[in-house]
């Protein structure tokens, strides 16, 4: 790669937040004129390199070369365009004025729409909603204009992250389409996806980020599905979690039963069963409906059907359920300590006695002894929440739940950016509350977490429940990765089952 | 169940440090309150130096008599503000409070064992009136508030009729019995040898009973957390409308009895009383060092606030160094306890990371 000066040139990427450590030392190429993709597992260092790159944070050392010279992209903003899945917008602007902000000029005047900018927005078909608010434009369309606004800046590069996983299938070609000309027209164009479909459909070459450095660049008959979602996991799932199916209690009827659960949009005809013991992932990436199935079982998106834990139905049965939200955001209480946060879900009688007053000693010895049974590292219950760890803030979340006694535990994605300790703990705390009698559900993106901590798998594509997959079946992680993929692709059943056959005779 | 008395291990220094207050947020509200503190008694230094002939007893007593009802209604504020809500209605419910038991009592001729109960529950009324637009409708508590306060003090003007009462003086016509004049009059009789008045402790009564509530109970705890993050609440299933609408209900109740205990020791009541009333209770809780983003602030800190505002009055009024100081004086205290919040939040915070 001696010549290559055209493009973007990173070498010896370095980036650490506190003690974890983000990028180890990326060194990559990327190509005007076509299409990269970057995959990696959460927390490889993946949304770092994109921040990185789109100006948004600095690495703490290493070198960033355009067209082979030093390059800040923070000072060269109007380079470089990021395409979320979520547009970073003005909502109450029209959709022109979106596409000037920023290029207003210094005229007096309200600022006008030149005739450069028109021929962009009828490039992208976006002219005809050039005096339409934002906001009342489809996802869609307020992409496009996104889009439009970068290419009306003359940005050269583009960053699309995970920019389809709330758009239709058609849409998405569209978009596709869009990237692809932006490609071909000698721009630098990058694809962050956790949909392995697209980027074996639309990347010219995949470069996988593991534990911050780039392990394995993808191109041509290497690239394959299930080629990039061996890379994604190889090497890991050395140490499987506690894991036993011999704690799920067969014998025992099952524990939670859903039946005929069905969302307006996101998921139909769900059917599933739960015994004791039992952890169990729904798989899916944004948008297949996984999450909000889960959602749904915490009562927290409108359905038929019905749910039915331990016998109980209806409000009784939300009462023997506990969700844990995506992000710590959403279940932490910034203004509270640790020991408040940990018992923050109790009420009468175990925190509070007559007339509601709190029982001072009662809640210290409580929170206590949640700090040693979660294995929480704080100097002392009193310690601010957020001056813990992520992974600590992690498991308090996770404890805080599980304080309520619940017999269905309901997490959305539990170790997102956890640190590799807390999630061995996490999985051990989560083995602990189901060998007591209980059932854990997870929503999962991670064929690793499926891997380590988990008894069996559901894939969720369009709204449907795949055939269950047992994990115990495989003996390595890259099978089971390779049949999740396969279910993803397909839809359907087919293809399971190959793998896990092959594994075990290996 | 395991007894947990028995299996009770050695408690360590965490075990006996405190649960509700982090370490370093303790270390700020000591701050908080010894800035305060010192500011209060600062401010009685200089009024001492300046005008030693004025500086006695009585006028530290009618410093307190003056910060009761701001004092009082910076308490219901409080829990307003610690859910993370907004009221600005108090101060119009106050004059509503005081102008509804006139119209009954004086008025209507309902006796004033009936209509002083009567008229702490509109203030009930209207809390839950705000409250429930609030929680239900989704309307955001600036806005209603601010509604509020318009039709609250709409309706006083119209129950009244525009006019002024005097319980001594009743309008031609009505008759007050002697002995519930005694009565109402009694509530906010002085006594002692330096005449205090029993409205101050109607003041320290409540803030013990809402410091309580606040500090000690379920209730508080549950508000704090709603403040602190309503949408986790929510998630957590923890009654977070029920519990919004009580704030406003007691907010509501508390301004009711701010407004009839200034009635009953001024002894007369005015469509209008009251309404200049919410910049200087919010300024009590704030610089109390409640913060409006919710799930923060002291009971403590709200009548410290108030303390210092009626000091800085009652001291400004004796030096008469003309009205424009005591306004001026407001807005600086207001800012800078703020300003110096901040800064101390932001070097907690540096230090932290």
Redesign the interface.
Same mark, same amino acid.
């Given at each position: 790669m001696n010549g290559a000066v055209e493009g973007i040139r990173l070498r010896g990427l370095h980036k650490r937040y506190g003690a974890t450590v983000a990028l180890a030392g990326v060194d990559l190429d990327i190509r005007p004129g076509e299409v990269l993709g970057i995959a990696g597992p959460n927390g490889a260092g993946k949304s770092t390199l994109v921040r990185i790159i789109a100006g948004e944070e600095r690495a703490d050392a290493g070198e960033l070369l355009f067209n082979g010279r030093p390059w800040t992209p923070a000072d060269d903003w109007r380079a470089v365009a990021v395409v979320h899945q979520e547009p970073q917008l003005f909502p109450n602007l029209s959709v022109a004025e979106n596409v000037l902000v920023g290029r207003e000029g210094t005229r007096a005047g309200r600022p006008r729409l030149g005739p450069a900018d028109a021929k962009v927005m009828k490039a992208f078909g976006i002219d005809r909603f050039a005096n339409a608010p934002l906001a009342a434009c489809t996802l869609a369309t307020q992409q496009r204009a996104e889009i439009a606004r970068a290419v009306a800046r003359d940005a050269q590069v583009f960053l699309f992250d995970e920019p389809n996983s709330a758009l239709t299938d058609e849409e998405s070609n569209e978009l596709f389409r869009e990237i692809h000309k932006l490609a071909a027209g000698g721009r630098i164009v990058l694809l962050v996806t956790h949909r392995l479909g697209d980027l074996n459909e639309h990347a010219g070459r995949v470069a996988v980020i593991r534990d911050g450095r780039v392990r394995a660049i993808l191109e041509g008959d290497a690239l394959t599905e299930d080629g990039i979602a061996e890379q994604l996991v190889v090497g890991r799932g050395a140490e499987t979690g506690a894991k036993s199916g011999a704690a799920i209690d067969r014998g025992r009827s099952a524990l939670v039963a859903i039946d005929d659960w069905s969302h307006g949009t996101a998921f139909r005809h769900v059917s599933l069963s739960a015994r004791p013991g039992e952890i169990i992932a729904l798989v899916g990436v944004e948008g297949s409906g996984a999450r909000e199935l889960l959602r749904s079982f915490?009562g927290?998106e409108s359905c038929s059907g019905t749910i039915a834990i331990a016998g109980e139905k209806g409000d009784a049965a939300?009462r023997l359920s506990a969700?844990v939200?995506a992000t710590r955001?959403?279940?932490?209480?910034?203004?509270?300590?640790v020991?408040?946060n940990l018992l923050? @879900?109790l009420?009468?009688p175990e925190?509070?006695g007559l007339?509601?007053?709190?029982k001072?000693k @009662?809640? @210290?010895?409580l *929170?206590?002894?949640a700090?040693r049974r979660f294995s929480i590292r *704080?100097? *002392?219950?009193?310690?601010?929440v957020r001056?813990l760890s992520g992974g600590n803030q992690q498991k308090v979340a996770i404890a805080? *739940?599980l304080n309520c006694a619940p017999r269905l535990l309901l997490l959305e994605e539990p170790t997102r950016g956890v640190d590799i300790h807390s999630k061995r703990e996490i999985y051990r705390l989560l083995r602990d509350y189901v060998r007591a009698g209980n059932t854990a559900i997870m929503f999962c993106t991670e064929v690793l977490e499926v891997y380590e901590a988990v008894d069996r798998a559901h894939v969720v594509v369009d709204g449907r429940l795949s055939r269950p997959i047992v994990v115990s079946d495989y003996a390595h992680i890259e099978a089971l990765a390779t049949d999740i993929a396969r279910m993803q692709r397909h839809r359907g059943d087919d293809g399971v089952g190959a793998s896990a056959r092959s594994s075990r005779s290996q | 169940m395991i007894s947990?008395d028995s299996r009770?291990p050695v408690p360590?220094?965490?075990?006996r440090?405190?649960?509700?207050?982090?370490?370093?947020?303790?270390f700020d509200l000591a701050l908080r309150m010894g800035g305060l503190f010192l500011a209060i008694v600062l401010v009685a230094l200089l009024m001492f130096v300046l005008k030693p002939n004025s500086f006695n007893v009585d006028v530290g007593i009618s410093v307190l008599r003056a910060m009761s009802s701001v004092a009082i209604m910076s308490l219901g504020l409080t829990l307003v503000i610690v859910v993370g809500e907004i009221d600005l209605s108090f101060g119009a419910m106050y004059g509503l409070g005081a102008n509804s038991l006139a119209v009954m009592w004086i008025l209507l001729g309902i006796p004033i064992y009936a209509a002083l109960p009567l008229a702490i529950g509109v203030g009930a009324i209207v809390g839950l009136f705000n409250g429930a637009l609030v929680t239900w409708l989704s309307i955001p508590s600036f806005i209603v508030t601010l509604g509020s306060y318009n039709l609250l003090y709409g309706v006083s003007l119209w129950i009244t009729k525009t006019s002024t009462f005097n319980p001594i003086y009743p309008p031609p016509g009505s008759e007050l019995p002697p002995a519930e004049l005694d009565f109402f009059t009694g509530l906010t009789a002085s006594f002692g040898s330096h005449p205090i008045s029993l409205e101050v402790v109607w003041m320290l009564g409540l803030a013990l009973v809402v410091g309580?509530l606040l500090h +000690?109970?379920?209730?508080g705890? +549950?508000l704090?957390?709603i403040?602190?993050?309503p949408?986790?609440a929510q998630?957590?299933?923890?009654p977070v409308t029920r519990y919004k609408i009580l704030a406003f209900v007691i907010c509501g109740m508390l301004a009711a009895t701010a407004g009839i205990l200034d009635f009953s020791f001024i002894q007369t009541t005015q469509p209008n009383i009251g309404l200049s009333y919410t910049f200087p209770v919010f300024a009590a809780v704030i610089i109390g060092g409640a913060s409006l983003s919710g799930?923060?602030g002291t009971v403590i800190g709200a009548m410290s606030g108030a303390l210092l505002l009626a000091e800085l009055q009652q001291g400004l009024a004796l030096l008469s160094p003309g009205p424009h100081v005591q306004q001026l004086f407001l807005g600086f205290v207001t800012i800078g306890a703020v300003a110096l919040d901040l800064a101390l939040t932001n070097i907690r915070k540096r230090r932290?990371a």
């Open positions: 915490a927290l939300q969700y939200p955001t959403l279940s932490l209480y910034s203004n509270f300590s020991g408040e923050v @879900r009420g009468k925190i509070a007339g509601l007053a709190l001072k @009662r809640m @210290r010895q *929170a206590n002894e700090i *704080a100097h *002392a219950v009193s310690q601010g001056s805080q *739940a | 947990a009770e360590t220094e965490a075990a440090s405190s649960l509700s207050s982090t370490g370093q947020a303790t309580f +000690r109970t379920l209730f705890f +549950r704090m957390a403040g602190g993050n949408v986790a998630l957590a299933r923890l799930g923060k932290a």
